[in-house]
């Protein structure tokens, strides 16, 4: 007895072609195809205009540099105005205060405070009640480890007021000096 072969087919349709399939991946990598090309073209276009962008907003380049000797007198004044604001910013306008608030004001007035911040000089012009007062203001000014160089600089009996006030100037220097 003879055995009869048995037909397998693992893949019936396989040989036979599906061409509305073919046709549909081909279709498919020709649009895949475009739109890559189309995506470069894109960032071309991006990188070119990144580039344009960079290029206006880069500063513009000085005419000429001012020979080494020479400097305008134009950058010379703001280069002063820039450092006068530099030593005011950095001056210790809250030690100075503080230093004039701590000493024994009961007797003595303020009448001017006159700070000059580039030679970190302090002058200061005060009304005392009697000598005794003044001479006390100013030993608590010479006192104060904010202040260095505190002195005298004048001193004059108001005869024509009321109860002979001593009007003095005094003298005074902050920080290190340069």
């Known amino acids: ?3 009869a072969a ?3 087919d693992f893949a019936p349709r396989a040989g036979r072609g599906a061409p509305l399939a073919h046709a ?3 279709g498919l990598a020709a649009i895949l195809a475009w739109q890559g ?6 960032y071309a276009a991006r990188q070119r205009e990144a580039e344009t962008l960079t290029r206006l907003a880069a500063p513009a380049r000085p005419a000429a540099p001012a020979p080494a000797g020479r400097i305008d007198p134009a950058d010379a004044a703001r280069l002063r105005s820039a450092r006068q604001i530099a030593q005011t910013l950095a001056t210790p306008w809250s030690d100075l205060i503080a230093s ?4 024994p004001q009961d007797a003595v007035a303020l009448i001017a405070v006159e700070p000059s ?3 970190q000089t302090l002058r200061l012009t005060a009304e005392a009640r009697d000598p005794k007062a003044m ?3 100013l030993a608590a000014l010479q006192a104060d480890r904010r202040l260095s160089g505190v002195m005298l600089v004048s001193h004059q009996v108001q005869v ?5 006030p001593v009007r003095f100037r005094v003298q005074a220097t902050w920080g290190t000096r340069s």
């Open 100 to 103: 004039l608030e701590e000493a």
């Open 24 to 26: 549909l991946v081909q």
């Open 135 to 137: 001479l006390a203001y």
């Open 6 to 8: 048995l037909p397998f």
């Open 37 to 42: 090309f189309d995506l470069v073209g894109a």
């Open 1 to 3: 007895m003879k055995l």
């Open 160 to 164: 024509q007021a009321p109860g002979t």
């Open 117 to 119: 911040v580039s030679k």
